[in-house]
């Protein structure tokens, strides 16, 4: 569970450095680096980025003890 935690965590930090460049630069380096918004590779990186957020979630409801070892 550890493991998967800090994978979930480490694409939430990519996603949300992705989104301030679009916010400050207009630049999604996620398309950029995948050939576009519409590729199917960018498409399944979003949505795994995604799924990474709904899984972080469920940090908030864990024990806190099981938080801190993360």
Do not use: H, P, Q
Request: glycine share 8%; hydrophobic share 60%.
């Amino acid at each position: 569970m550890k493991f998967l935690d800090r994978i979930a965590l480490f694409l939430i930090i990519v996603g949300g450095i992705n989104w301030g460049l679009v916010g400050i630069f207009n630049f999604d380096l996620v398309a950029y680096l995948f050939g576009g918004s519409a590729a199917i590779i960018s498409r399944i990186l979003y949505v795994v980025i995604a799924i990474c957020a709904v899984w972080c979630v469920s940090l908030y409801f864990r024990n806190t003890r099981l938080i801190e070892e993360v």
